[in-house]
């Protein structure tokens, strides 16, 4: 029998379970995606550099409020302590001289909404790799979140775990046709049924009429009104190895 024309996609599988959240991202929201039991959400880590640090005790320089002055505060860090490394900034300095000077930062601790950035004078740390500037690694992040979103937005599910939502269990359905030559599809209730807490896998939802049908192998069918969904499994997150290792379970 040929029911292509009737399969739906396995969106339909996932909607039968109202616990199940959808796959995106965004800088500030976590990506909710796992089991209708469990809800897991990733966070995406900031790119940076590593680096070592040169002395014992470096000044770090805490921006102020105003967003144009700077507070020395003494650190703990030690000769040979890694550190990471976020953006670089080019400021100007006056001496106690009156002369001004050029210096470059690096933020090594990034500001939100109660906490103000942290920097320290580029000359303190050794970095492994070339600073980007603050506005080549806003764009980075940028591309980053969006090169995040739109993988999981391709997520696509490879099977669904169901089981019976009734303790009486859940009826076996056959799909058949009239004659060969018939188009239309007809799904029949029979006497045999599957045992409460059984679990199934099924790849495939075929839709009839107002019903949907659950496939479960061996040319036998549930009706998805008696079954609910356990988990979902999904295909593997296509990113390359440097944004997977930016992801972070929450």
Known sequence: MKTKNLFTSLAAAVMLSAGLAGAGVSAA????AATTQTQKGIGLQFRSVSATVNSDKPVLLTLKSDNQ???KTDSTYTKGQAVNVYYSVDVTVTSPSGQKQSITLYCIKIG?????PVFIPSTEVTTSAKIPTREDWMKQRENDVKAVQDAFNKVTT???????KSKKGAK???AYKKSAKAKKVYFKATKKK???GKKYKSSMIVKNGKSRYAYIGKKRYLKTSTIKVVSVKYAPVQLSDDLKNLIVQN
């Open 29 to 32: 929201e976590p990506v909710h």
């Open 112 to 116: 939100s909404q109660t906490e103000a």
């Open 194 to 196: 599957i045992k409460y």
């Open 172 to 174: 076996i359905y056959y």
């Open 69 to 71: 002055s700077f507070e």
């Open 158 to 164: 490879k099977y669904i775990v169901i089981t019976p």
